[in-house]
């Protein structure tokens, strides 16, 4: 019986930021044209069978297994857990959102380099970790905060795949923007 308990599924629940950030994302599919999903859902080619298969198992476990686990967690509102995870989920979706924004509105054949990109050469990855990590402490779940510190680890041969696809179609300009600009938030 307790196993069902597990999987009680509660109106004030996590899956309401879940509901937000997916809301947030398909609005930005619909609202640009074609050409912006296309760029968004391109894969770089990997170097090694290893970098797929992390890279695959790092987009599943943090963006879509994220998502369907917040389903089950529940929220206590009203607590300090809860107003502090709130306040940097929101600042993670401002950044994420900018990030967005600046890539949708980027042309095709020069590489983000303003807002958002100016902090970080992935803001979308790494701000999307500083969300969970918000919605880890909203919810005082320790498994949504142990995944947002794996995923920088998890994520490192995507994010060199992507920067190798940037490389090859930018050239000199994104060599440039590699030098001045670092791949995490302040690392």
Known sequence: MEIFELFKIDWIGAWWFSAAFGISNLYFIIKYPRSYSKKLFTFPNFASRWEKVTSIISMVLFMRGMMIYT?????????????????????????????????????????????????????????SVIMWIGVGIAATDWIILLICIAQPFLSRWFLEAQERYCQDRYGRVYQEYLMRTPRYILL
Not at 84 to 106: C, P, W
Not at 109 to 119: C, F, Q
């Open 71 to 127: 389903v089950f967690i529940p929220i206590t509102i009203h607590t300090a857990w809860f107003y502090a995870g709130l306040i940097i989920f929101l600042a993670g979706s401002i950044f994420y959102l900018n990030a967005m924004k600046v890539y949708a509105e980027t042309a095709e054949n020069v590489p983000a380099v303003k807002g958002a990109y100016k902090i970080t050469r992935h803001p979308m990855q790494n701000f």
